[in-house]
């Protein structure tokens, strides 16, 4: 018979796998068997390096060993776990010979190899390797989460606990790059160790790979029993190990999560541990940290809220509203703010409150900071198309501020609206913000404010900023915070800071402007206090920006702001704030919110007392509604004073029951002062 035909046929009828190899150990030739076996093709194997069959069992060092035999002695003879195609694991025994040339130089490869996977020492070391990690000898990843889910089921059936420890080393790294992994694998096989002795026979130690361990603590009868095996497991692995003549002190964190106050299922426990165990890492390591539940909760529910305003703005989903600033005393509109909204398109409009605290600190404020600054640019220049050139104030986070490129990156921006004067925008930004990191904040200020740009400073008042961070920061304007300015004129604290406010606002050369201007008589008020500028739905709401243009065109001046400041020596918002601040405070009296008595002045010496006396007779005693106010503001005092009264007290029910009375007096006293106000306005 023809040799090559020889050769042929035996390759197709030899049962034993058959795999020929050049000298550079590439695959030349397989035969039929070798498919059968492996589950690859003639066609798939050609060409490859038989490590491709290797299922990762087997150290470098038998591969080293293996191959040191065929250099040395010509073959090798032994047993190889290898992986078929269908991912199972398969056993071989195997023979490797090297087939020499005519000069005796090694030119083929050529292995022998029979499946012995189903002899019952096959099956028992495949399944050693399959359920159990190779290095330590620990159960792997698979036979934990099996013994856990068993675990599960007890617990139950039991009406018991269990804790799913998850371990990470401190420290690990530097053994293995002063040392080499060998040193590594000395030391984790001593972990491992450690781990088996300090742990009861019914709990499982497993390996999941690297320096990770996960401990099973089963049949616990409360939470708290699992707190002494966690500490004695920090205390044992944080003892110094000895590796090649070295000491080393390696820690660990872990994070716990406890079956079934954390309902879940062996795979998800597993990964809650682990997120737990990066908590204590980042508490300072050599520590744990109990999983939490609920805490997982609302950080999953945060993040899915963060991806779904992040879709939102890719989406366009988000809108520019402008509100306008006027000055009162003028009767001007002096700009207006820039307020994001969000179209949602099921839930409608949804105001800043919605979204924007979800992102405070987020790189998502900073994406979103920069839409609206191009936003409000390109809305600017379709206003100047219309023949409307408007101010624009422009809120900045901190996150934003605090960036390195943020001046060159509104450099940038300005350049490519050159029609818009950097004088006209305004970036608003918090206290807390400029104070957070004063020196950085500083320096990207004065950069932004040579591109000819200005700063305000929003929300004066609520944050916590000394006069010296005040005059150190170059802002132009500030921003009475809307809650001081929103109920000034029921609260004569709030009058008193928005009085403060404007006189250092003056003291330092700042424009001052309130925000929360909700009635024409807050801007009376304001007036009063020196306060000319503001904003706040007693203006107008924030608008589309297809909606400012006529309302800028059709704005007037309130009569109240023409003349308010004009009528000498007639307190009537002080007078109102005084008032509706001591019927809140008899309220809270009745209703046991305040303990002691509040002081309410009598009708002589109050506020309007003494004016009533001193100038209100004299000037306007003749005016019929004049005339209606003495019996009001008595009849005010005299129940204020009874329902304080210690009889009162004792009949807390009938004070109660005359509380409305209170309101309502109060209620006509206001009413008739701006009946005779209304009545020194008219020509």
């Keep these: 018979m023809d040799p090559q035909r020889l050769i042929t046929s035996l390759l197709a009828h030899t ?101 012995i996977t189903h002899s019952s020492e096959s099956r028992r070391q495949l399944q050693q390797m399959a359920y159990h990690d190779a290095l330590t000898g620990l159960p792997n990843r ?102 090649h003549e070295q000491s080393f002190d390696v820690t660990a964190s872990i994070g716990v999560t406890l079956y079934p106050l954390d309902g879940c299922d062996a795979d998800t426990l597993v990964r809650h541990a682990d997120q737990a165990m990066y908590l204590a890492k980042q508490a300072g390591r050599n520590r744990y940290v109990l999983f939490d539940a609920d805490q997982d909760r609302q950080l999953r529910a945060r993040r899915q809220q963060l991806s779904r305003i992040e879709a939102g703005l890719t989406a366009h989903e988000f809108r520019l509203y402008f509100q306008p600033k006027v000055d009162l005393y003028r009767g001007v509109v002096i700009g207006a703010e820039a307020l994001v909204r969000w179209q949602h398109p099921e839930q409608g409009l949804l105001p800043p409150s919605e979204f924007l605290p979800l992102i405070e600190g987020h790189l998502l404020m900073v994406k979103l900071d920069h839409w609206v600054f191009t936003e409000a640019l390109e809305q600017m220049d379709r206003w100047q198309a219309q023949g409307l050139s408007l101010a624009i104030s422009i809120n900045v986070s901190a996150a934003t501020l605090q960036q390195a490129n943020f001046p060159d990156w509104l450099a940038e921006q300005l350049a490519e609206h050159p029609h818009i004067p950097p004088q006209s925008i305004e970036l608003e930004i918090l206290e807390t913000t400029a104070l957070d990191d004063l020196q950085r904040a500083l320096q990207a200020i004065e950069q932004c404010i040579q591109l000819g740009v200005g700063f305000a400073l929003d929300d004066f008042g609520t944050g916590y900023s000394s006069l010296t961070y005040f005059r150190r920061l170059p802002v132009r304007t500030l921003k009475i915070d809307q809650s001081f300015v929103r109920d000034m004129l029921i609260d004569t604290e709030d009058m008193t800071i928005v009085e403060v406010v404007v006189n250092l606002a003056q003291t330092f050369q700042r424009a001052v402007i309130a925000e929360g201007m909700e009635t024409a008589l807050h801007g009376a008020a304001l007036l009063r206090l020196g306060c000319h500028c503001a904003q706040g739905y007693g203006i107008a709401r924030p608008m589309p920006p297809e909606a400012l243009p006529d309302w800028v065109k059709t704005f007037t001046r309130h009569p109240l702001w023409s003349a308010g400041a004009a009528i000498e020596g007639l307190p009537l918002l002080n007078v109102e704030a005084e008032h509706r601040t001591w019927v809140r405070q008899v309220d809270d009296f009745l209703h046991g919110a305040c303990p002691q008595a509040p002081f309410v002045s009598d009708e002589q010496t109050c506020r309007f007392g003494r004016w009533y006396i001193q100038q209100g007779l004299l000037r306007y005693g003749h005016l019929a509604a004049f005339q209606t106010l003495e019996p009001l503001h008595h009849q005010f005092h005299e129940l204020a004073r009874e329902l304080m009264e210690p009889q009162a007290r004792m009949d807390v029910d009938a004070a109660l029951a005359r509380l409305p009375e209170l309101y309502t007096t109060c209620d006509l006293l206001i009413e008739q002062l701006y009946r005779l106000q209304r009545e020194l306005l008219t020509p």
């Excluded at 191959?67 to 025994?93: S, T, V």
């Excluded at 139950?156 to 420290?171: K, P, Q, S, T």
């Excluded at 530097?174 to 030391?187: F, I, R, T, Y």
């Design 15 to 115: 049962h034993e796998g058959i795999v020929i190899t050049d000298a550079g150990a590439m695959i030349v030739e397989v035969n039929r068997a070798f498919s059968e076996l492996t589950g690859y093709s003639r066609t798939e194997a050609i060409g490859r390096n038989p490590r491709f069959l290797q299922a990762g069992h087997h150290s470098p060092e038998f591969y080293a060993h293996l191959w040191g035999a065929l250099l040395e002695q010509g073959y090798w003879r032994g047993e190889l776990l290898n992986r078929h195609k269908d991912g199972r694991m398969i056993a071989d025994r195997v023979t490797i010979s090297a087939v020499p040339d005519d000069n005796g130089v090694t030119a083929y490869y050529v292995g022998l190899f029979s499946d």
């Design 142 to 243: 698979l036979l934990l989460l099996d013994r856990l889910q068993s675990a599960i089921a007890r617990a139950d059936r039991e009406n018991i606990m269990l804790a799913v420890c998850y371990l990470d080393l401190d420290g690990f790294k530097p053994v293995n790059d002063l040392l080499g992994h060998a040193a590594g694998d000395q030391l984790l096989i001593m972990v491992a160790e450690r781990l088996r002795h300090c742990t009861r026979e019914s709990d499982t130690v497993a390996r999941l790979g690297g320096d990770e361990f996960v401990v099973l603590l089963s049949s616990l009868n409360q939470a708290e029993e699992c707190e002494p095996t966690i500490h004695r497991l920090l205390s044992v692995l944080a003892a110094p190990y000895r590796v």
